[in-house]
């Protein structure tokens, strides 16, 4: 079996730099180019399913790969345990270094999120980065043992990403692996025999012109 994991395309809290966890924020413009390039680039790939978080701006990165590469008949599946990490209070507020408003995380919660978040405690009213690991590792677990399907798309979020694949890192001390995942950049995994490997991570399917660093700030 292939598993396709997909980073959601942009949003305008992408753009923005908005933390936005649960925020249920459809794509950009941007975003749906990049999804449809993506889908594009995919023709010929076929997916016997596509699993997505419930969140829109998922559901609609797997909406527009699929029919863009010809997945048209391929049966579109939800599982809350590919959403984004819910980070409580601080939802909606910006992540970017001299935000002037009060609605900007602080020094202290910018780096519980992009220093080392493995060791941070429970976002205030959230989730930590270990409550992402195991729902998104159980998720991915359950599905290579039942290995039912020969390839499937998992649409998902940037933390929720590498979280999931965490243990198939070299080093998984490093939790977001020098940078936060380009959007609608896909790891492939194969799994076989209850045993999954990670083939390739972060690849574009785009142009790379088009590939934005909106966290430059983070390495």
Sequence with gaps: MEIYVIRHGETDGNKEGIMQGWLDLPLNDFGRKL?????????????????????????????????????????????????????????????????????ALSEEARNALFGNPLTAPQ???????????????????ELVKEEKYERVLVSTHGCALRAMLNFLYPDPSDFWQGHIPYNCSISILSAHNGKVKLLESDKIFYDPADCVDRYKFVK
């Design 35 to 103: 999804a449809i390039d993506t889908g594009r680039a995919m023709k010929g790939i076929h997916f016997d399913a596509a699993i997505t978080s419930p969140l829109l701006r998922a559901k609609e990165t797997a909406e527009l790969l699929l029919k863009e590469s010809g997945n048209t008949e391929t049966p579109l599946l939800f599982d809350d345990r590919l959403k984004e990490v819910f980070a409580g209070e601080w939802e909606g507020k910006c992540f970017r270094p001299g935000h002037p408003d009060e609605a």
């Design 123 to 141: 976002y205030p009213g959230g989730e930590s980065i270990r409550d992402v690991i195991a729902r998104t590792q159980e998720f991915l677990w």
